[in-house]
């Protein structure tokens, strides 16, 4: 186990943490934190549990305790603590880049391929896959761009 480490809450961040828990609003983990960093308080003198017994009271692993008590003691922030790490950038890139959203706007606002009347999202998807430099989407990806893009029901060439 690591070292103990000293939590003291502030008014302000004890306030913050009982409404969370008391709304129940939040995420079940960020919720889960807030009981760990109440539990783990030392600001009213009261006798702090130990890790194991905290664990047990809140429902969660003594490891959960452990990261809880470790992100405070580097933040000194209820909300920091508790909250999710955001991300800098997405897990993976989209594969619709901008131009490749005006790319298929342009294609659908264009006229429909000889024997057609409308383009029809299949048929966006098939000549999509057909032009060089244009990664392969589904037709309900193009579906969902051409919402994006307000050109769907809008009572022209789609």
């Known amino acids: 186990m690591s070292r103990r480490v000293r939590v003291v809450l502030s008014d302000g961040d004890r306030r913050f943490l009982e409404s969370m828990v008391r709304r129940g609003e939040h995420k079940a983990r960020a919720i889960a934190r807030a009981r760990v960093l109440l539990a783990l ?3 009213d003198g009261s006798r702090v549990p130990s890790r194991a017994e905290a664990a047990r009271r809140c ?37 619709v880049t901008g131009d490749v959203e005006v790319r298929i706007i342009a294609m659908a606002c264009s006229t429909p391929p000889e024997g057609r009347a409308r383009w029809t999202l299949r048929l966006l998807e098939r000549h999509v896959k057909l032009d060089d430099g244009r990664p392969d989407l589904d037709h309900s990806t193009i579906g969902v761009v051409l919402k994006g893009g307000g050109v769907v029901g809008s009572g022209e060439n789609v």
């Open 41 to 43: 308080d030392e600001s």
């Open 59 to 95: 429902l969660v692993s003594e490891q959960t305790v452990s990261r809880v008590a470790d992100k405070w003691e580097a933040t000194r922030d209820a909300a920091a603590t508790v909250s999710r790490k955001e991300r800098s950038s997405p897990p993976r890139e989209p594969k």
